[in-house]
C-alpha cells in the first residue's frame, strides 16, 4: 500500500468489555486489569469453558430506537453503536457527502446467534407463526454491513468478510484498498462478534481453543505463560472511518495513523489444526514489510495474535524469530486482549484501536497474567505494566483457523 496518497484513519469507534467509548477503553486498558468474568446470563456452567469477557449496558449507550432493535441481532446493535461513535469521531459531515462514495467493510466469525436461537425456539414451541419475519435477516453474517447502510443511506461499495479470527483484519485491508483506487471517499471498517450465547458458545468450546480455568476467571487468558490453556472468547466491536490522506487534510480531520500495508497467506495444510510449519506465518509477515516498505529495523512495535494455546503461541515466537532475528530486541510486543478476551472475527478492528492509541499516547498496553516463563517462549511480552515507548510503525498479526494468516502495517499520523 505504499503510495504518496495515504490511507488515513480518521475516526474509531469501541464497543468492548473494558469501555463502550474510546475514552473509558483506553483509561481501562492502561490500567491493565482483566476484565473475564464468569457467564452469568444463562446457565453455562456444564460449558468446559463459561468465563468470558462480557459488554455491560449496551442500551445505556445506545442511539438506535427501540423498534429498530427489535429487529437486528445485538451483534449489529455493537456495530451500529461502534460505527456512530467512528463517524462522530472522524466529523464526517453525514448531511453534506455523497453516500455513494461511502462504502462498509465489516467482518465475523459467527453471525448473530441470540436472535436465532431465540427464534429457532419459538418456532419449535408456536410453530411457524412464533418465529419472527425478521429472523432471516437478523442472524447472518453480513446483517451489521447490511444495517449500516440502511441506517445512514451509505450506497458505496460494501462488503461482507468471514474468516474466523482473520476477519476484520481482511476487512480492513480490503476497505483500504477500496480507498487506495479511489473506488469510495469514506470507508467504515472494522468488526464485531457477539458469541456469548448458549448455542455460539458451544460451538466455541468444541474447538478445544478455550481456558478451562473457570474458577480464576480473570487470570484465565495467559498467552505466552507456562501454564496457559487457551484464549478466552469476548463480544463487541471496533470500527475505523478511513479516507485518502489529501482528503483527511483538506478537511482538517484528526489523523490517528496510516494503514501502510498487508501480507497474507494460507497453510493449506488443516482445516482446525495449526501448521508446525512456521514457513507462512513468516512469509505473511515479509510480505507486509515489503508492501509497507519497511525494513526490519522499522518497526517499534508488534501487536500479536495471542492465541493463548501451548502449540499456538509456540509457533508465533518461532515465526517472529525467524524473520526478526536480532531485531526483536528493540521491538516492543504485546497482546492487549489478555485484558478483555478473543473477539474472534472482530479482534483485530480492536488491535486497531488500541495500536492507534498507543501510537497516540506512546504506551505499550501490556500482556496479562504473564507470570511464569516459557522456555520455548522466550520473547519479551511486555507483562503485566504499560511501558512507555513512541511507536512510529507497528504490525498487528492475525490468525484463524484453517491456516489464514494476515498482518496488517500501521503508521503514525506524526511519524
Known sequence: ?????????????????????????????????????????????KYPSHIAGQVHELDHYTHLSGRLIKKIDVFSHMALVASQQAIEDSNMDLENIDKTRVGVFMGNALGGWLFAETELRDMYIEGREGISPYMASAWFPAAPQGQTTIYYGFKGYSKTVVADRASSALAIWYAGKIIQQSKNDYVLAGGMEAPITPYALLCANTSGMLSKNNTSAERAYKPYDLNRDGFVLAEGSGIVVMEKESQAYKRAASVYGFLKGAGFSSDGYHYMRPNPDTANLEYALRECLKDAGWQLEDVDYICLDAEGTVLGDYLETQALKNVFGGALKNISLSAPKSIFGNMLGAQTALDLVITLMSMQNNLVIPTINYQMPDPYCDLDYTPNKPVEREINRALIIARGRGGINVVLAVERADA
Open 1 to 45: 500500500m505504499a503510495g504518496e496518497d495515504r490511507v488515513a484513519i480518521t475516526g474509531v469507534g469501541v464497543v468492548a468489555p473494558c469501555g463502550l467509548k474510546k475514552e473509558t477503553f483506553w483509561a481501562n486498558l492502561k490500567r491493565a486489569k482483566s476484565f473475564v468474568e464468569p457467564v452469568k446470563r444463562f446457565d453455562a456452567s
